[in-house]
């Protein structure tokens, strides 16, 4: 019997969505939050391509995790 291949991937520049939500395990929905809510920016943080395809930018997302401060929303 032949043994498991292992990949180890190391996230690093463009990728596609479906894998950086893989490797950071984010959702579509908090992607698409993020995108509306504009608090990241399109072309530099995520864009999409000609075909449709959406591309993140995986240090510029640990980037702008690392430089986010949660501000809660005030109560009425």
């Known amino acids: 019997m032949s043994q498991p291949v292992v990949v180890q991937v190391v996230p690093q520049g463009w990728m596609k969505a ?8 984010e959702t579509t929905h908090t992607l698409r939050a ?3 809510r504009n608090l990241i ?4 943080h995520v864009k999409q391509a000609a075909d449709g395809a ?14 986010s401060i ?7």
Request: proline share 6%.
């Open 41 to 44: 920016r399109e072309g530099y």
């Open 18 to 25: 479906e894998l950086y939500f893989a490797c950071t395990k």
């Open 54 to 67: 959406v591309w993140v930018h995986y240090e510029r997302m640990q980037d702008w995790v690392e430089q």
């Open 34 to 36: 993020k995108r509306r």
């Open 70 to 76: 949660y501000v809660p929303p005030e109560k009425e």
